[in-house]
């Protein structure tokens, strides 16, 4: 399936160094930062394909507040956007966790669960 796509999930929760700035600072991150690293991911061929506030209660909730998932057509794409936002601070400001891979259908996921050995 090497023409599925690749899909980048972002996890992320703000930093002391985030909440510590004011409502104008942080806009002005978005602004000169953020804004600019995701109309050029838009512009290369990356897409949003939802985001999300974590609002699970569940026991197996996990401590973080954002989520986006991404797709691009290769691997390098994702891992551009990484160094991109890295490069531009953003890990300064906030806590961040990714998963990542090509995408595929359940039934290869589901082989690949059966046969993986660690």
Known sequence: MSDAGYVLTEIWK???AWLA??????????EQKVVPLLMDTFEKGG?????AINDNDGAERI?????????FPNKAMSDELE????????LDYFEQVNFSGTMMDPQALNADMIAFNG
């Open 14 to 16: 703000p930093r002391a």
């Open 21 to 30: 700035l004011s409502k104008e600072e942080r806009a002005a991150i978005f």
């Open 47 to 51: 897409e949003v394909m939802t985001v």
């Open 63 to 71: 401590d973080y507040r954002y989520m986006a998932i991404w797709k």
């Open 83 to 90: 160094a991109s936002a890295k490069a531009a601070g953003f």
